[in-house]
C-alpha cells in the first residue's frame, strides 16, 4: 500500500472518550472533532478492560468509515495490550488507527504492527504516544520506525510526572520537548499532534495552549471535552488571511520563474524556497492535508 496513505489523515482535534462509557463515547463519535479516541487505557479501570474492549469494537464498526476513529490501547507491557491489538485489527478498515501508549522504542511499534498485521488489520493505521523522558530520547526512531505510523502525540500527565515538572507549567516550559518530539516527525514525515491540555474548559489557557504548539508548527491537539474542539479547530486551521497570502507568494514566485528572473519579490521582500515550502505547508493545512 502507498505510503500516502498512511499520512493523510486531519486531526486539528481529535476528542478522547472513555471506551467503557457508551455515552460519552456517542457523543464524542457525533461531534465535529476531526478524530475520536476511544481510549481502553487509562479511562478504563482493571476489572472492566475486557467489557470496555468489547463495546469500543461494537462502536467502531457502527460508525467507522463515516469518520475518523482511534483507539488508544493499553501498553504493551500489560496483559490487555495483546487483546486490545487483536481485537482492533479484526476490525479492518472500519478502525483509522491504533495509538500505542508509553512507546519508548522502534521495537514497540513494529511488535504492535505485527500483531495488528496477523489478526487482519493490513488498513489500520498507528500512533505513538511519547509520555516517557526514554521516549522523548528516542524520538527520532520511534517516528522512523514503520510507515505505519501516522502521528506521534506529547503525553504531558505521564511525562511530567516522571520529569517532577509543575502540573501548572505553562506550554512555554515544555518548549524544548515540544521541539524535540516536532523535528523528529518533520524528518519522518509524520503528524506532530500536541496532548491533551489538563484542563476540561474552553479557556484562555487552553487557547493559549492550542495556539502556541499551533505557531511552533504542530499539527493538531487532543481534547479531552467537547467544549474545546471549536477552539483547537480554530488555532490549528489556517487563517483567511494566511492563506491568501501563501497564494501570493506562490503566484509571485511562478510569474517570476515565467519571466525568468533570478528572483522573486512581494511587498518589498525577496522571496525564496523556503518561503515557498512555508507557503505550500499553509495551503496543505487549510486543505486538510498533513505535509
Not at 1 to 22: I, K, Q
Not at 62 to 82: H, Q
Not at 170 to 186: F, G, S, V
Not at 210 to 216: D, E, F, G, N, P
Request: aromatic content about 4%.
Amino acid at each position: 500500500m502507498d505510503e500516502n496513505h498512511y499520512r493523510a489523515t486531519r486531526r486539528r482535534a481529535s476528542l478522547v472518550a472513555p471506551g467503557s462509557d457508551e455515552r460519552k463515547a456517542r457523543k464524542a463519535l457525533s461531534s465535529c472533532a476531526d478524530e475520536v479516541i476511544l481510549d481502553l487505557e487509562d479511562a478504563v479501570t482493571s476489572s472492566n478492560k475486557d467489557l470496555a474492549r468489547t463495546l469500543v469494537s461494537s462502536l467502531v464498526l457502527e460508525f467507522g468509515g463515516a469518520r475518523t476513529i482511534s483507539v488508544r490501547i493499553n501498553g504493551l507491557t500489560t496483559p490487555w495490550a495483546r487483546d486490545d491489538l487483536i481485537a482492533c485489527g479484526s476490525l479492518e478498515e472500519s478502525l483509522t488507527s491504533v495509538i500505542v501508549p508509553k512507546v519508548e522504542s522502534a521495537d514497540e511499534l513494529l511488535e504492535a504492527e505485527h500483531i495488528l498485521f496477523t489478526a487482519g488489520g493490513n488498513h489500520t493505521t498507528l500512533q505513538a504516544l511519547i509520555e516517557t523522558p526514554l521516549g522523548v530520547q528516542n524520538a527520532d526512531s520511534i517516528a522512523r520506525a514503520t510507515p505505519r505510523l501516522q502521528a506521534a502525540i506529547i503525553g504531558y500527565a505521564d511525562l511530567g510526572a516522571a520529569l517532577g515538572r509543575s502540573r501548572s507549567a505553562l506550554p512555554e516550559h515544555w518548549l524544548a520537548i515540544q521541539d524535540r518530539i516536532l523535528i523528529a516527525c518533520r524528518a519522518a514525515g509524520v503528524a506532530a499532534i500536541d496532548g491533551p491540555f489538563l484542563g476540561i474548559t474552553d479557556d484562555d489557557a487552553f487557547r493559549h495552549a492550542a495556539h502556541w504548539t499551533s505557531a511552533l508548527g504542530f499539527d493538531g491537539k487532543w481534547v479531552i471535552h467537547p467544549a474545546q474542539i471549536d477552539s483547537a479547530t480554530i488555532a490549528f486551521t489556517p487563517s483567511d488571511d494566511a492563506v491568501r497570502d501563501a497564494r501570493r507568494v506562490l503566484t509571485a514566485l511562478e510569474e517570476a520563474e515565467t519571466l525568468g528572473s533570478g528572483a522573486a519579490q512581494l511587498d518589498g521582500q525577496m522571496l525564496d524556497e523556503a518561503v515557498a515550502v512555508a507557503a505550500r505547508r499553509t495551503l496543505a493545512r487549510a486543505e486538510g492535508v498533513t505535509v
